[in-house]
């Protein structure tokens, strides 16, 4: 049939020319950009998924930042605590040295308080000084906010991390069960009946003493306790008010670690039992650790300290001795910390808390041994004042309370963050490969398309001239 109105042939190789140019037009736009979905209508659902995979990505890739940001800010600070403590160091060796009061003279003791001195300023003055970005790490701005803390019940408190999450405050309820004991041995006589040699030992250190028959019990208690710090064993009246009751030796420390033993080591007689009436003869006796609940986990202390290590609370504190069953005690956590977004949600599953109390010389030791700003000249414990034994304890409680920190610190930078950003990464991979299979194109698969494009637009062209020249043999019926 022969028509030249329409030409059907023309509007065919036109049409599939149409395809071929779109798909070449797309194969060039891949190629170009290296995305297999530049629009919505390349794949809508594709498209969908990729973007959701891109703010993931995003999110991941601020979350690396945000732990390398905190493991900067962690190691700003521990940096600072090497530093005090090196000063704590050299603070012992001053006191240390100038305990040798024979052989050094009024003078050289002096020299050495100023050098306390000036190391107790600079302790302090790092504690003030050490910022990342404008951010006080030492001065007690990182630690946490408490209230209604009995100090009665709880003679130290540390929180190194709390959660509060989407509350105010976190309640802190700790309830009593055993109280923490001294070991304890009583000697039921008031007078040494046969000479005796005895040694004394806790987990401190040991001595012996010689007794002669008719040694009485007060020159027992005194004798015992002019080498209390050496042996860590006390002795007093088991009546206070009357030395014929006879000796009660405890340990100075609380808790199963700590014992005392009180043993003969000639055939002399020396009787001691672990109970002042109904008692067990016996040459040892133990001390008992604390027991407590704090927010409804039972929390075996040691001697005196109460640790707690959950999710959401992280906390050491030192009861009262007679803090134990029927004794109850609340205080509240009302902020402060320091928060770290570690995760790619903001969530408190992915974030970490830790807190930072001050190490100023007026924070560092304890209200029952006292602190080291008081080992400074005019204080209860300086040197000048010939106070070298309670300044010595109270530099090592410093040094001990600067160790923990930078141990913890230390900790929470290895365990925390640095397997955290090694996790992320991780993922971010995994993440960037799943977005990059949706998105991005595939050269070899686009080149081949590319080339079967080109055929087949150039076989088009030439076709629909082809198709566009067939009308005209009609004119050979005309003739």
Not at 181 to 188: A, C, E, I, K, P
Request: with cysteine; proline share 1%; hydrophobic share 40%.
């Amino acid at each position: 049939m022969a028509r030249i109105n329409t030409n059907i042939p023309s509007i065919t190789a036109q049409m599939h020319l149409a395809r071929s140019n779109s798909s070449l037009s797309n194969t060039l736009e891949r190629l170009s950009t290296g995305l297999r979905i530049n629009r919505g209508a390349d794949d809508p659902a594709g498209l969908i998924v990729s973007e959701s995979l891109r703010a993931e990505m995003a999110s991941i890739t601020k979350a690396i930042n945000n732990s390398q940001r905190a493991s900067n800010v962690i190691a700003t600070a521990e940096g600072a605590l090497s530093e005090v403590a090196n000063l704590l160091v050299n603070i012992k060796e001053l006191a240390v040295e100038a305990a040798n009061t024979g052989a050094l003279s009024a003078e050289e003791i002096r020299a050495n308080q100023l050098q306390v001195d000036s190391a107790i300023d600079s302790v302090t003055r790092i504690a003030n000084a050490t910022t990342f970005a404008g951010l006080h790490l030492l001065n007690g701005n990182l630690g946490y906010i408490t209230s209604a803390v009995a100090t009665s019940a709880i003679k130290a408190l540390d929180i190194y991390s709390a959660t509060l999450g989407s509350q105010d405050y976190l309640s802190v309820k700790v309830s009593g069960v055993l109280s923490a004991q001294r070991g304890g041995l009583y000697w039921n006589t008031s007078v040494v009946t046969n000479a005796v040699t005895l040694e004394i030992a806790s987990n401190r250190g040991v001595e012996v003493f010689n007794f002669v028959s008719g040694y009485r019990a007060s020159a027992i208690v005194s004798a015992i306790n002019a080498v209390t710090d050496a042996t860590g064993v006390c002795a007093t009246f088991i009546c206070a008010t009357s030395w014929t009751s006879g000796v009660l030796f405890r340990s100075v420390d609380y808790g199963s670690d700590a014992f005392v033993s009180v043993r003969t080591l000639n055939n002399g007689t020396f009787d001691v039992y672990d109970n002042y009436t109904g008692g067990s003869q016996t040459q040892r006796d133990e001390g008992r650790d604390v027991v407590a609940v704090i927010n409804g986990a039972t929390t075996v202390g040691t001697g005196r300290e109460l640790t707690l290590n959950t999710n959401a609370l992280d906390l050491r504190m030192t009861v009262d001795a007679q803090f134990g069953a029927g004794n109850q005690t609340t205080f509240v956590v009302t902020g402060g910390g320091a928060m770290f977004q570690l995760g790619p949600h903001i969530n408190t599953s992915e974030q970490v808390n830790i807190g930072i109390n001050s190490i100023a010389a007026s924070r560092l030791g304890t209200t029952e041994l006292g602190f080291l700003s008081e080992v400074s000249t005019g204080g209860q414990y300086s040197l000048v004042s010939g106070e070298t034994a309670g300044a010595t304890a109270i530099i090592e409680e410093a040094i001990k309370q600067i160790s923990v920190l930078r141990g913890r610190l230390g900790a929470f930078e290895k365990n925390t963050l640095d397997t955290n950003m090694n996790a992320l990464r991780i993922t971010l991979e995994n993440v960037t490969a799943s977005e990059s299979s949706i998105r991005d194109a595939d050269f070899a698969v686009e080149t081949a398309n590319l080339t079967r494009s080109q055929i087949l637009v150039n076989a088009g062209t030439s076709v629909l001239a082809i198709a566009n020249q067939t009308p005209q043999a009609v004119l050979a019926l005309l003739q």
